[in-house]
């Protein structure tokens, strides 16, 4: 039997049998014959956002925080064009999130009609697909495909443009097990050649380590605890990347830290020395290698990945396997057992204890002050404050915090971390936090902020208050744009060009002005005080932590540098275990 | 400074200007790629090109599957094999594509372009570029009396070469297609 409903229609019933219960968007007049339809029923939730980047920026917090798709609808023209930062981003990111963007009618397409874009166009090189539907019988099948798309192979955004003319006649509705889906089939299992390959590698390895990313944790729960698995019986080391966090909990013995360009100098000197690199769903992004052609020289490098254009784009593999993460673990795990479970237990004593050396090193110590906020003291609170707490979820903005959360903030659970890394959104983490509270109502969000990427996207305070999202924005205030300035100290002669802000608003006010509770803290003294009064009020809080204005985020390298030529701490390592209230991680 | 005595970068290159495309070999590459025919599949196709930086020497598209809805896009390129590995799985991971073979590199292939040659002149430069024409199987499809239009298909070096020919003898205009390509064999 086919059922006949206008385009409208399909679309909220096409949403409805794929499992979504929550959409965010924000209407317009082409928009409006869904947005009628809507009105009209009770099985989907709609977030109204502030802007429509904000809707796309909570589309992938709450994917990336329950593991399904984000769903966004915008109106035409300005509508759709609003959420190209956020379709980049879900590229960049590998964040499954389905667009709608309602269209000026068939017939008016091309006239430069009132809100027409060419957002087929111009949305193109920033989805993993995208679709004009011209013809209502196709919608339905259309909607279903997108699903397919956004969610199977190496997760990314989709976009469907959906004039209005077809939103309004009426059409045949495929049912989602109708929908045509079968061209589009990446390849799950891994060659199980290449998989022995490895495990012939992994046997032998002296110095291997493990580097994991964001592929592990879109790959889903198996994955994860596969990877688990795969470390506590191997016992080699492990690091991630910045979209890689909580897929190995923090708290593991062999948990290396980050790694990267702020990555932890155990991590970095761990990558560079390594004799086997097995990089399991991460790809190889500039800020992880550094300088290419010094770049972990004396090993050989496996490399498992969903997307066969990930392998060798940047760094040559010698054993590259095409494969979901889960899938190749598993068969890896088999192949290693079924052959004796064997590692080389002389080199992994050695390596730990070179490992040991390094992490003596202390990288993250800093020199802390009693009169003023440090911003690593302020997120070592802040953690200390909230560890343990399985519903914590932490969001971010992009710049110095950012790192500085990733460093001093422990996962120990995946999906527990969202924050802009391929990318680099600056007013991410403020919409994110309200995506990432829409799905788990009763969970602690918390968005750690700066003052100037939080100010991109302040806006949704209104959406967090008129659903009574009890978001927690942690500001790190620095009144400066920290990591522009940081660059601009170590590169350009301290000329602080435009990276200092004169004329911020009075976060408290701010915070006032939208129905939330404002709470500033200057002084380290009050800050667990302040910290808990945040835990505790249960609604929206703009928390105003003023921080040391000048602070630099290390261990750094350099760009242009390879792994093992970081710049460390201005601590100093010896002076800063002596100095009273150094808090050492 | 770092309290462990490590110096700050000790190579000035950066990580974005390591790769000197020209320091490598460049290969030469046909490839075919078999799409949905749907809208706007060759500004994909192009884009991808385009936003990535890759080169498209010639490109050719038509459907060639009415029922199944299936065009060939043929594209030459060029690039390192690095370069050329990165194009075919950048091409292979887009949604409506279903097939990309590399010409050059799965085996012998037939490669032919068409092309049509307008060449004005008169007298003895007339009576050479019929002489002309005729070695190179070229066809007369038009013509005025200080003018022809030649139609010739072969290999793009056989165009170059009759181009060139062409020139001193008054060549007004060229219109070629582009490279069209099979595998040879059964399959």
New interface residues.
């Given amino acids: 039997m086919t059922r006949q409903m206008t385009g409208a229609e399909m679309v909220v019933q096409a949403l409805i049998d794929q499992g979504v219960d929550t959409i965010f968007g924000y209407p317009g007049g082409a928009a409006l014959p869904i947005y009628d339809e809507l009105f009209q029923q009770e099985k989907i939730k709609h977030i109204l956002v502030r802007h429509e980047q904000g809707a796309a920026h909570a589309a992938e917090g709450y994917a990336r925080s329950t593991g399904k798709p984000g769903v966004v609808l915008v109106t035409s023209g300005p509508g759709a064009t609003n959420t190209v930062t956020g379709l980049t981003d879900a590229l960049l990111d590998s964040v499954p999130i389905i667009v709608l963007s309602a269209q000026v009618p068939t017939f008016m397409i091309g006239t430069d009609a009132f809100q027409e874009a060419d957002t ?2 111009i949305t ?2 920033c989805t ?2 995208n679709y ?1 539907v011209k013809d209502t019988d196709k919608l339905a099948g259309v909607l279903h495909e997108a699903f397919h ?1 956004a969610t199977n ?2 997760p990314g955004p989709v976009l469907i443009d959906i004039p209005k003319d077809v939103q309004f006649a009426k059409g045949k509705y495929t049912e989602k097990n109708k929908a045509s889906t079968g ?2 089939a ?1 390849k799950l299992k891994g060659d199980i050649d290449a998989i022995t390959d490895l495990v012939k590698l992994m046997e032998t390895a002296k110095r291997p380590i493990i580097y994991s990313g964001g592929g592990v944790i879109n790959s889903g729960d198996s994955a994860t605890a596969l990877l688990r698995d795969l470390v506590k019986e191997t016992n080699f080391p492990i690091t991630s990347t910045l979209m890689g966090l909580g897929a190995f909990p923090a708290s593991g013995d062999q948990w290396m830290g980050m790694l990267g360009m702020h990555g932890l100098y155990e991590a970095n000197m761990a990558m560079h020395g390594c004799d086997l690199m097995i990089n399991i769903g991460a790809r190889f992004d ?1 800020r992880i ?6 770049f972990s020289p004396k090993s050989k490098k496996a490399h498992i990945d969903i ?3 990930s ?3 940047v760094i ?1 593999v010698d054993v590259p396997i095409i494969g979901d993460v889960a899938h190749v673990l598993e068969d890896m795990l088999r192949v290693w057992k079924s052959r004796g479970r064997k590692t080389n237990a002389d080199g992994l004593a050695k390596w730990w204890s070179q490992i040991e050396d390094w992490r003596a ?1 202390r990288c993250l110590s800093y020199k802390n002050s009693e009169k003023v906020i440090k911003p690593q003291y302020a997120l070592q609170r802040l953690e200390a404050l909230t560890k343990g707490r399985k519903d914590r979820y932490i969001t971010t903005e992009v710049g110095q915090h950012q790192m500085w959360a990733a460093q001093y903030l422990g996962f120990e659970d995946p999906n527990r971390w969202m924050t802009s890394g391929g990318l680099g959104t600056m007013g991410y983490g403020c919409p994110a936090s309200i995506g990432v509270q829409v799905a788990h109502p009763d969970a602690l969000v918390i968005n750690v902020a700066g003052e100037a990427s939080w100010l991109m996207n302040m806006q949704e305070m209104g959406t967090a208050r008129q659903y009574d999202l009890p978001v927690k924005q942690f500001i790190l205030n620095n009144e400066r744009l920290g990591m522009v300035r940081q660059w601009q100290d170590l590169l350009h002669g301290n000329r602080y060009s435009q990276s200092w802000s004169e004329a911020l608003p009075d976060f408290m006010l701010l915070a006032q002005a939208f129905g939330a509770k404002g709470i500033t803290c200057a002084d380290p003294s009050d800050l667990d005080d302040a910290i808990m009064e945040m835990l505790k009020h249960d609604g929206p809080v703009v928390f105003d932590c003023l921080v040391e204005k000048h602070e630099n985020c290390y261990p750094m390298i ?4 390879p792994h ?5 701490g201005d601590a ?4 800063a275990i002596g100095t009273t209230g150094a808090v050492l991680v | 400074m770092s309290p462990l005595n490590i110096k700050q970068g000790t190579s000035r290159k950066s990580a974005y200007d390591l790769k000197d495309p020209n320091a490598d070999v460049i290969e030469t590459h046909t490839l075919a790629v078999i799409v949905t025919n749907e809208a706007g599949v060759l500004a994909r196709v192009i884009g991808l090109f385009s936003g990535r930086g890759y080169n498209i020497d010639s490109l050719t598209v038509a459907e060639i599957d009415h029922e199944g809805h299936r065009s060939r896009i043929t594209v030459v390129t060029t690039g390192t094999p690095e370069v050329i590995q990165q194009i075919k799985a950048q091409l292979g991971r887009m949604v409506p594509v279903h097939d990309v073979h590399d010409l050059t590199e799965e085996g012998p292939s037939v490669e032919r372009e068409l092309a049509l040659f307008k060449v004005a002149g008169s007298g003895d430069k007339r009576i050479e570029m019929l002489r002309l024409a005729e070695i190179f199987r070229a066809n007369v499809v038009d013509s005025t009396l200080e003018s022809f239009i030649f139609e010739m298909t072969g290999t793009s070096e056989k165009i170059d070469a009759f181009a060139d020919l062409m020139h001193p003898l008054g060549l007004v205009e060229v219109a070629r297609t582009g490279v069209a390509a099979l595998a040879r064999g059964t399959t």
């Fill in positions: 087929i166009g193109r090189p993993k697909h004009l798309v192979g190496r061209h589009y990446p500039d290698t550094g300088r290419i052609d010094a997307d066969p254009s392998i060798n784009k040559h090193v350099p760009s242009g540098a093992n030529e970081m710049l460390m100093g390592v010896a002076d």
